[in-house]
Structures are given as structure tokens and as C-alpha cells.
């Protein structure tokens, strides 16, 4: 039976390709000429990835985490992986530091609201959910093409990509 699964994960190589070329850049700019402000990527497990920005004032805050997102853009991973909803944290003296979390892998809610969106369709596609991956089954190789466009049209805030399609 022809089949997809339907992940959130971002190019880890070009996402710590577009750290070291932010970093490369911070260090030439002359507006962070002797300031701390630089970008971090912290593996601690396959699902919990953070970048961390540092900075000197919320002005430079802001001004890495703009060359971070070009970066971003010129390597195609898309910026809606990071989360920048949290608030600085202050360090010792004037530096401050950002944890912005990583999006990897398809939570139990985004599950169940993909799971709904196909149910709701009308589409002759079944739905399971599977560790961190939405596993899409159907008979016909245009149902689940219907239904990838579907998802990619409904869930414009989530960068899903569609791995291991069977026909």
C-alpha cells in the first residue's frame, strides 16, 4: 500500500553551516568589533537541539539573530524550525543570552491536528501516528498527493517535509 510519513526535521549540516557562517560574519563586522556576540548550537539529544545567541545589549541581540536568519536563508533551512518567542536572560555585566529552541519531530498535538485535517478531508488516506513521524497510507498515489498538498496548504506555520514515500 503506497504510504509517506510526514516528519518535521531541518538539515542539521547546513543548520551548523549557517552558525559558523554567522559567526564568521559577527567576528568581521565592525559593529561587533570587541563586543562577546556570537551563536551557538547545542546537540544534547536527537530531539532536544538549541541555539543560543549571545550579545551585549538588546540591539545586538537583535542585530545576530538578523544575520543568523540570512545565513539561514542562504543555506534553504527554513526559519520557521527556531522559535524566538523566549525573553533574553541577562548574564554577568551587560551581556545577554537567548535560548531559542529547534523544532524537530511532530508532537502529539501537531499529530492529532494532522490525523483531524485528513479525517476532515475526505480523502481515502489513513493516518497513524509513530514516534515522531505521521505515517500517511492510502490506495491510490494521488490521494496522498492531494493529501500532502493539503497538509502543506492547512499548516503553513509548520515546516513539514515528506520522507519515505512509497508507491
Same mark, same amino acid.
Given at each position: ?63 545576530? =539573530? +538578523?544575520? %543568523?536568519? $540570512?545565513?539561514? *536563508? ?7 524550525? &527556531?522559535?524566538? #518567542? ?54 491510490? =498515489? +494521488?490521494? %496522498?498527493? $492531494?493529501?500532502? *498538498? ?7 506555520? &509548520?515546516?513539514? #517535509? ?6
Amino acid at each position: 500500500m503506497p504510504s509517506f510519513d510526514t516528519v518535521i526535521e531541518p538539515d542539521l549540516v547546513e543548520l551548523r553551516n549557517a552558525v559558523e557562517q554567522a559567526n564568521k560574519e559577527i567576528g568581521t563586522r565592525f559593529d561587533f568589533k570587541g563586543s562577546s556576540a556570537l551563536t551557538e548550537l547545542a546537540d544534547r539529544s536527537a530531539k532536544d537541539r538549541e541555539l543560543t545567541l549571545y550579545a551585549d545589549s538588546d540591539f545586538q541581540l537583535q542585530q545576530v =539573530r +538578523d544575520v %543568523l536568519l $540570512a545565513r539561514l *536563508a542562504k543555506r534553504s533551512v527554513d526559519s520557521r524550525f &527556531l522559535d524566538f #518567542s523566549g525573553t533574553p536572560q541577562k548574564l554577568g555585566g551587560d551581556r545577554l543570552k537567548l535560548a531559542v529552541p529547534v523544532k524537530s519531530g511532530v508532537d502529539v498535538e501537531t499529530g492529532k491536528k494532522i490525523q483531524g485535517l485528513l479525517k476532515a478531508s475526505r480523502f481515502k488516506v489513513q493516518a497513524q501516528f509513530q514516534g515522531d513521524a505521521v505515517r500517511v497510507s492510502g490506495a491510490k =498515489r +494521488d490521494e %496522498l498527493q $492531494a493529501a500532502m *498538498a493539503l497538509l502543506r496548504k492547512e499548516l503553513p506555520e &509548520l515546516p513539514l #517535509s515528506f520522507d519515505n514515500f512509497r508507491a
